[in-house]
């Protein structure tokens, strides 16, 4: 996964509980070349000493998609362990969230004079994540990232069930290439294939229809896509959609 990222001028400071202990941390915003374009994603850099809980209510209070929290690696080669946390609960791997976080931390390093490497590698719970730098002159422009886990295809489900997840018809999905599957490279999705770009505009999440389906073999989310790209450069259009 590659992309442009643009960050936030500056370190702000994130409280942690009760007795607050302050955390530095770095809004970047992904798959953009502008301030508060693509997808945002907020690395909190020095989380050493914060529990899960804290840094669940730290990643509920940003509200973005995903937050990241950079800890010390377990193995000094790595550049560091990381976890992702949506709003709700941690997930093992996500990609932009290592892409963010890479491109962030390797500002850091320019910023403090380091030289900066070819590639970070993360700890994560899926397993290790490297992600390639991507510059322009010697800067940090981007990530390109290598998923933790081989792709495995997992359970099958009826086209009308998984379009009722997307508050959609068994008409609007496209089954010619696969039927909706749980898939995984480390993050697993229920994978949905839909008839336009029109059929992905018009899908929502369906709380009950998702509740009784999801979760199942570790998706707990729809990731729904297009081959209906227009005349743009872009290969698939998609969208995650978990129904909080």
């Given at each position: 996964?590659?992309?442009?990222i643009t960050v936030s001028p500056g370190d702000r400071q994130a409280a942690a509980g009760p007795e607050a202990t302050r955390r530095r941390y770095v809004t970047a915003d992904?798959?953009?070349d502008r301030v508060f374009g693509g997808n945002p994603v907020a690395v909190v850099l020095d989380a050493a000493g914060l529990s899960a809980g804290q840094m669940q209510a730290i990643a509920s209070e940003f509200g973005y998609s995903e937050t990241t929290f950079v800890l010390p690696p377990r193995d000094p080669s790595r550049a560091a362990w990381v976890r992702i946390f949506t709003p709700s609960r941690e997930v093992p791997f996500a990609g932009?969230?290592?892409?963010g976080t890479a491109?962030?931390?390797?500002?850091?390093?320019?910023?403090r004079g380091e030289a900066m490497p070819?590639?970070?590698?993360?700890?994560?719970a899926a397993g290790?994540?490297?992600?390639?730098?991507?510059r322009d002159r010697d800067a940090a422009v981007g990530g390109e990232l290598t998923a933790?886990?081989?792709?495995?295809?997992?359970?099958q489900v009826p086209a009308g069930r998984a379009a009722a997840c997307l508050s959609l018809t068994a008409e609007d999905l496209r089954t010619d290439a696969h039927a909706p599957q749980v898939a995984s490279v480390g993050l697993p999705f229920l994978m949905v294939e839909?008839?336009?770009?029109?059929?992905l505009r018009r899908a929502k999440p369906d709380r009950a229809a998702h509740d009784a389906l999801l979760p199942l073999d570790g998706a707990t989310a729809v990731y729904a896509y297009t081959r209906d790209i227009g005349a743009g450069a872009a290969l698939l259009h998609g969208s995650a959609m978990w129904a909080h």
């Open positions: 996964m590659a992309s442009g992904v798959f953009t932009h969230p290592n892409v491109f962030v931390l390797a500002r850091r390093m320019a910023a070819d590639r970070l590698v993360f700890e994560e290790l994540v490297p992600v390639e730098l991507l933790p886990e081989p792709l495995s295809r997992r359970a839909l008839a336009s770009r029109d059929t």
